[in-house]
Protein backbone atom coordinates (compact mmCIF):
# COMPACT_ATOMS: atom_id res chain seq x y z
CA UNK A 1 0.00 0.00 0.00
CA UNK A 2 1.49 3.14 -1.14
CA UNK A 3 0.82 6.84 1.16
CA UNK A 4 0.59 10.41 0.70
CA UNK A 5 1.26 12.49 3.51
CA UNK A 6 1.05 15.87 3.92
CA UNK A 7 1.31 18.57 6.32
CA UNK A 8 1.52 21.87 7.18
CA UNK A 9 0.57 22.96 3.67
CA UNK A 10 0.09 27.07 3.33
CA UNK A 11 -0.76 28.79 0.35
CA UNK A 12 -0.79 32.95 0.52
CA UNK A 13 -2.50 34.65 -2.46
CA UNK A 14 -1.73 38.84 -1.78
CA UNK A 15 -1.68 38.29 1.78
CA UNK A 16 -4.95 36.45 1.56
CA UNK A 17 -4.98 32.65 2.79
CA UNK A 18 -6.06 30.50 0.63
CA UNK A 19 -5.01 27.10 2.53
CA UNK A 20 -4.06 27.36 6.34
CA UNK A 21 -1.87 24.61 7.39
CA UNK A 22 -3.85 21.89 5.67
CA UNK A 23 -2.79 18.36 6.69
CA UNK A 24 -3.51 15.76 4.77
CA UNK A 25 -3.16 12.01 4.32
CA UNK A 26 -4.53 9.55 1.01
CA UNK A 27 -3.48 5.61 1.23
CA UNK A 28 -4.08 3.75 -2.05
CA UNK A 29 -7.28 2.16 -2.41
CA UNK A 30 -9.41 5.09 -0.88
CA UNK A 31 -10.99 7.92 -2.44
CA UNK A 32 -11.35 11.35 -1.05
CA UNK A 33 -13.67 13.89 -1.88
CA UNK A 34 -12.78 17.84 -1.43
CA UNK A 35 -15.43 20.25 -1.17
CA UNK A 36 -15.46 24.23 -1.03
CA UNK A 37 -17.42 26.78 -3.24
CA UNK A 38 -15.94 28.56 -5.60
CA UNK A 39 -12.65 30.09 -4.73
CA UNK A 40 -12.16 28.09 -1.62
CA UNK A 41 -8.65 26.91 -3.05
CA UNK A 42 -9.62 23.27 -4.18
CA UNK A 43 -7.98 23.62 -7.45
CA UNK A 44 -5.07 25.10 -5.77
CA UNK A 45 -4.92 22.59 -2.95
CA UNK A 46 -4.71 20.04 -6.61
CA UNK A 47 -2.11 22.19 -8.37
CA UNK A 48 0.01 22.49 -4.78
CA UNK A 49 0.03 18.41 -4.84
CA UNK A 50 1.29 18.31 -8.34
CA UNK A 51 3.68 20.45 -8.23
CA UNK A 52 2.53 22.95 -10.56
CA UNK A 53 1.67 25.83 -8.21
CA UNK A 54 4.25 26.60 -5.26
CA UNK A 55 2.94 26.51 -1.71
CA UNK A 56 4.30 28.52 1.09
CA UNK A 57 4.97 26.03 2.89
CA UNK A 58 4.28 22.29 2.62
CA UNK A 59 5.98 18.81 4.13
CA UNK A 60 5.08 16.23 1.22
CA UNK A 61 5.51 12.31 1.77
CA UNK A 62 5.23 9.56 -0.52
CA UNK A 63 5.52 6.41 1.39
CA UNK A 64 7.63 7.98 4.00
CA UNK A 65 9.77 9.61 2.22
CA UNK A 66 9.99 13.44 1.64
CA UNK A 67 9.26 14.80 -2.27
CA UNK A 68 10.02 18.16 -2.36
CA UNK A 69 7.39 20.12 -5.31
CA UNK A 70 9.81 20.41 -7.97
CA UNK A 71 10.68 16.79 -8.02
CA UNK A 72 7.00 15.76 -7.76
CA UNK A 73 6.59 15.36 -12.06
CA UNK A 74 9.61 13.40 -12.24
CA UNK A 75 8.84 11.34 -9.71
CA UNK A 76 5.66 9.80 -11.50
CA UNK A 77 3.90 9.11 -8.14
CA UNK A 78 1.33 11.77 -9.08
CA UNK A 79 -1.14 12.18 -11.64
CA UNK A 80 -3.35 15.13 -12.57
CA UNK A 81 -6.72 16.06 -14.46
CA UNK A 82 -6.89 19.52 -14.99
CA UNK A 83 -10.09 21.50 -14.89
CA UNK A 84 -9.38 21.72 -18.76
CA UNK A 85 -9.16 19.68 -21.56
CA UNK A 86 -5.62 19.13 -22.15
CA UNK A 87 -5.36 16.64 -25.24
CA UNK A 88 -3.77 18.08 -28.48
CA UNK A 89 -7.23 18.51 -30.05
CA UNK A 90 -5.41 17.96 -33.76
CA UNK A 91 -5.01 14.48 -33.50
CA UNK A 92 -7.07 11.27 -33.27
CA UNK A 93 -8.34 9.32 -30.38
CA UNK A 94 -5.97 6.25 -31.54
CA UNK A 95 -2.96 8.53 -32.10
CA UNK A 96 -2.84 10.08 -28.41
CA UNK A 97 -3.33 6.96 -27.04
CA UNK A 98 0.52 6.11 -28.85
CA UNK A 99 1.49 8.98 -27.36
CA UNK A 100 0.74 7.91 -23.59
CA UNK A 101 1.26 4.10 -23.97
CA UNK A 102 4.12 3.06 -26.05
CA UNK A 103 3.27 -0.54 -25.03
CA UNK A 104 0.44 -2.07 -27.20
CA UNK A 105 -0.74 -4.41 -24.20
CA UNK A 106 -1.29 -1.11 -22.69
CA UNK A 107 -2.80 0.47 -25.73
CA UNK A 108 -4.99 -2.34 -26.01
CA UNK A 109 -6.67 -1.97 -22.51
CA UNK A 110 -7.41 1.50 -23.93
CA UNK A 111 -8.81 0.77 -26.71
CA UNK A 112 -10.93 -2.34 -24.84
CA UNK A 113 -12.31 -0.09 -22.81
CA UNK A 114 -16.21 0.42 -22.77
CA UNK A 115 -17.45 2.51 -25.27
CA UNK A 116 -13.52 3.91 -26.83
CA UNK A 117 -14.36 1.75 -30.10
CA UNK A 118 -17.29 4.42 -30.72
CA UNK A 119 -14.63 7.29 -31.16
CA UNK A 120 -10.90 6.13 -31.29
CA UNK A 121 -11.00 7.30 -34.90
CA UNK A 122 -12.14 11.00 -34.50
CA UNK A 123 -10.35 13.75 -34.00
CA UNK A 124 -10.02 14.79 -29.93
CA UNK A 125 -11.83 18.38 -31.23
CA UNK A 126 -15.02 16.28 -32.22
CA UNK A 127 -15.09 14.31 -29.08
CA UNK A 128 -18.38 15.29 -26.45
CA UNK A 129 -17.42 16.76 -23.27
CA UNK A 130 -18.21 13.10 -21.67
CA UNK A 131 -15.85 11.43 -24.25
CA UNK A 132 -13.29 13.69 -23.91
CA UNK A 133 -13.24 13.71 -19.98
CA UNK A 134 -13.70 9.87 -20.40
CA UNK A 135 -10.77 9.66 -22.44
CA UNK A 136 -8.61 12.05 -20.09
CA UNK A 137 -9.39 9.44 -17.28
CA UNK A 138 -8.50 6.14 -19.08
CA UNK A 139 -4.97 7.69 -20.32
CA UNK A 140 -4.15 9.40 -16.94
CA UNK A 141 -5.51 6.47 -14.79
CA UNK A 142 -3.75 4.04 -16.43
CA UNK A 143 -0.65 5.66 -16.63
CA UNK A 144 1.59 3.96 -13.51
CA UNK A 145 0.58 6.32 -10.73
CA UNK A 146 -0.05 5.61 -7.20
CA UNK A 147 -1.97 8.76 -6.85
CA UNK A 148 -4.32 10.37 -8.72
CA UNK A 149 -5.94 14.20 -8.18
CA UNK A 150 -8.97 15.20 -10.46
CA UNK A 151 -10.53 18.66 -10.74
CA UNK A 152 -13.99 18.19 -11.39
CA UNK A 153 -14.17 15.12 -13.65
CA UNK A 154 -18.00 14.95 -13.61
CA UNK A 155 -18.77 18.65 -14.30
CA UNK A 156 -20.94 19.51 -17.32
CA UNK A 157 -20.66 15.25 -18.29
CA UNK A 158 -23.58 13.72 -19.54
CA UNK A 159 -25.55 11.16 -17.27
CA UNK A 160 -24.35 8.40 -19.45
CA UNK A 161 -20.72 8.99 -19.24
CA UNK A 162 -21.04 10.58 -15.15
CA UNK A 163 -21.86 6.25 -14.92
CA UNK A 164 -19.01 5.22 -16.98
CA UNK A 165 -16.42 7.73 -15.03
CA UNK A 166 -17.57 6.08 -11.59
CA UNK A 167 -17.50 2.81 -12.67
CA UNK A 168 -13.89 3.08 -13.81
CA UNK A 169 -12.62 4.84 -10.67
CA UNK A 170 -14.20 2.56 -8.71
CA UNK A 171 -11.74 0.15 -10.38
CA UNK A 172 -8.80 2.88 -10.70
CA UNK A 173 -9.40 2.80 -6.88
CA UNK A 174 -8.20 -0.96 -6.62
CA UNK A 175 -4.59 0.06 -7.23
CA UNK A 176 -4.86 3.77 -6.28
CA UNK A 177 -5.29 6.72 -4.04
CA UNK A 178 -7.78 9.35 -5.34
CA UNK A 179 -8.20 12.88 -4.54
CA UNK A 180 -11.34 14.44 -6.34
CA UNK A 181 -12.66 17.86 -6.21
CA UNK A 182 -16.13 18.47 -7.97
CA UNK A 183 -19.43 20.69 -7.23
CA UNK A 184 -21.48 17.55 -8.26
CA UNK A 185 -21.32 16.82 -4.57
CA UNK A 186 -24.04 13.70 -5.01
CA UNK A 187 -21.89 12.11 -7.72
CA UNK A 188 -18.73 12.45 -5.66
CA UNK A 189 -20.66 11.53 -2.57
CA UNK A 190 -21.43 7.93 -4.34
CA UNK A 191 -17.90 6.95 -4.99
CA UNK A 192 -15.82 8.62 -1.65
CA UNK A 193 -14.85 6.61 0.89
CA UNK A 194 -13.83 10.60 3.15
CA UNK A 195 -15.03 13.70 2.61
CA UNK A 196 -13.81 17.34 3.80
CA UNK A 197 -14.59 20.52 3.31
CA UNK A 198 -11.91 23.74 2.27
CA UNK A 199 -13.72 27.03 3.88
CA UNK A 200 -11.80 29.99 5.09
CA UNK A 201 -8.31 28.31 4.26
CA UNK A 202 -8.98 25.33 6.63
CA UNK A 203 -10.18 21.70 6.38
CA UNK A 204 -13.49 20.13 8.05
CA UNK A 205 -14.23 16.90 8.36
CA UNK A 206 -17.29 15.92 6.40
CA UNK A 207 -19.21 12.71 8.16
CA UNK A 208 -22.29 12.81 6.68
CA UNK A 209 -24.31 14.76 3.92
CA UNK A 210 -25.92 17.10 6.22
CA UNK A 211 -22.17 19.01 7.69
CA UNK A 212 -22.52 20.65 4.17
CA UNK A 213 -25.42 21.80 4.78
CA UNK A 214 -24.08 22.73 8.82
CA UNK A 215 -20.80 24.34 7.50
CA UNK A 216 -22.43 26.18 4.93
CA UNK A 217 -21.45 24.91 1.33
CA UNK A 218 -25.24 23.58 0.65
CA UNK A 219 -28.64 25.28 1.81
CA UNK A 220 -30.66 22.12 1.98
CA UNK A 221 -30.42 18.72 1.07
CA UNK B 1 10.62 6.96 -22.15
CA UNK B 2 7.67 8.70 -24.42
CA UNK B 3 9.47 8.79 -27.69
CA UNK B 4 6.14 9.68 -30.02
CA UNK B 5 5.53 12.44 -26.86
CA UNK B 6 8.67 13.99 -27.36
CA UNK B 7 8.64 14.07 -31.07
CA UNK B 8 5.33 15.91 -30.42
CA UNK B 9 6.14 18.26 -28.32
CA UNK B 10 9.49 18.69 -30.90
CA UNK B 11 7.39 19.32 -33.86
CA UNK B 12 5.39 21.76 -32.24
CA UNK B 13 7.97 24.17 -30.48
CA UNK B 14 9.61 23.81 -34.09
CA UNK B 15 6.73 24.51 -35.95
CA UNK B 16 6.89 28.32 -34.68
CA UNK B 17 10.86 27.81 -34.50
CA UNK B 18 11.15 27.36 -38.31
CA UNK B 19 8.75 30.17 -39.07
CA UNK B 20 11.03 32.64 -37.31
CA UNK B 21 13.92 31.29 -38.52
CA UNK B 22 13.12 31.00 -41.98
CA UNK B 23 11.75 34.47 -42.02
CA UNK B 24 14.57 36.25 -40.39
CA UNK B 25 16.84 33.87 -42.61
CA UNK B 26 15.12 35.29 -46.22
CA UNK B 27 15.80 38.69 -44.55
CA UNK B 28 18.96 38.61 -43.52
CA UNK B 29 20.77 35.91 -44.86
CA UNK B 30 19.57 31.95 -44.11
CA UNK B 31 23.34 31.15 -42.19
CA UNK B 32 21.19 33.36 -39.45
CA UNK B 33 18.60 30.75 -39.90
CA UNK B 34 21.37 28.05 -38.67
CA UNK B 35 22.01 29.76 -35.74
CA UNK B 36 18.33 30.65 -34.95
CA UNK B 37 16.77 27.52 -35.23
CA UNK B 38 19.13 26.07 -32.39
CA UNK B 39 19.52 29.02 -30.46
CA UNK B 40 16.42 32.46 -30.07
CA UNK B 41 14.31 30.14 -32.85
CA UNK B 42 13.62 27.68 -29.51
CA UNK B 43 12.89 30.48 -27.53
CA UNK B 44 10.36 32.19 -29.80
CA UNK B 45 9.40 28.87 -30.01
CA UNK B 46 8.50 28.25 -26.47
CA UNK B 47 7.21 31.16 -26.15
CA UNK B 48 4.40 31.00 -29.04
CA UNK B 49 3.60 27.14 -27.38
CA UNK B 50 3.01 28.73 -24.41
CA UNK B 51 0.57 31.27 -25.95
CA UNK B 52 -1.56 28.73 -28.04
CA UNK B 53 -1.01 25.51 -26.13
CA UNK B 54 0.19 25.73 -22.72
CA UNK B 55 -2.62 23.48 -21.71
CA UNK B 56 -1.04 20.73 -23.28
CA UNK B 57 1.78 20.75 -21.04
CA UNK B 58 -0.35 18.75 -19.13
CA UNK B 59 0.33 16.08 -21.35
CA UNK B 60 3.61 16.31 -20.60
CA UNK B 61 3.82 16.58 -16.85
CA UNK B 62 1.54 13.41 -16.02
CA UNK B 63 3.93 11.36 -18.14
CA UNK B 64 6.90 12.67 -16.31
CA UNK B 65 8.33 15.42 -18.37
CA UNK B 66 8.54 18.95 -16.51
CA UNK B 67 9.16 22.07 -18.67
CA UNK B 68 13.04 22.10 -18.06
CA UNK B 69 13.11 18.69 -19.29
CA UNK B 70 11.53 19.30 -22.30
CA UNK B 71 12.68 21.91 -23.71
CA UNK B 72 16.33 20.64 -22.62
CA UNK B 73 15.76 17.87 -24.99
CA UNK B 74 14.23 20.09 -27.88
CA UNK B 75 17.25 22.17 -27.93
CA UNK B 76 19.80 18.97 -27.60
CA UNK B 77 18.08 17.28 -31.10
CA UNK B 78 18.26 21.24 -32.59
CA UNK B 79 22.21 21.57 -31.93
CA UNK B 80 22.13 17.86 -33.23
CA UNK B 81 19.91 18.53 -37.08
CA UNK B 82 21.29 22.26 -37.63
CA UNK B 83 25.65 21.63 -36.66
CA UNK B 84 25.22 19.11 -39.71
CA UNK B 85 22.70 21.20 -42.18
CA UNK B 86 25.18 24.14 -41.32
CA UNK B 87 28.31 22.49 -42.35
CA UNK B 88 26.61 21.06 -46.21
CA UNK B 89 25.40 24.71 -46.20
CA UNK B 90 28.81 26.20 -46.02
CA UNK B 91 30.02 23.85 -48.35
CA UNK B 92 27.48 24.44 -51.13
CA UNK B 93 28.25 28.49 -50.41
CA UNK B 94 31.93 27.95 -50.34
CA UNK B 95 31.76 26.03 -53.93
Known amino acids: MDVLEVDQLSKLYRNKVILNNIKLRCSTGEIIGVFGRNGSGKSTLLKILFGTLKANTITLKINSKVTLQKEIISSKNIGYLPQHSFLPKELKVREVISLFFENGDKQDVIFYAPRVSSFESRKISALSLGELRYLELLLIGHLNHSFLLLDEPFSMIEPLYKEIIANLLMQLKKDKGIIITDHYYEDVLKITDRNFLIKNGNKIEINETNDLVKNGYLTSL | ?95
Open chain 2, 1 to 95: MYPKAIWKYFLDINFFNIVFSLTIGFVLDFFWSFILFCSFGILIGFLAYNLFKKHEYYTYYNLGYTKSVLIKKVWTLNFLISAPLFLIYILIVKT
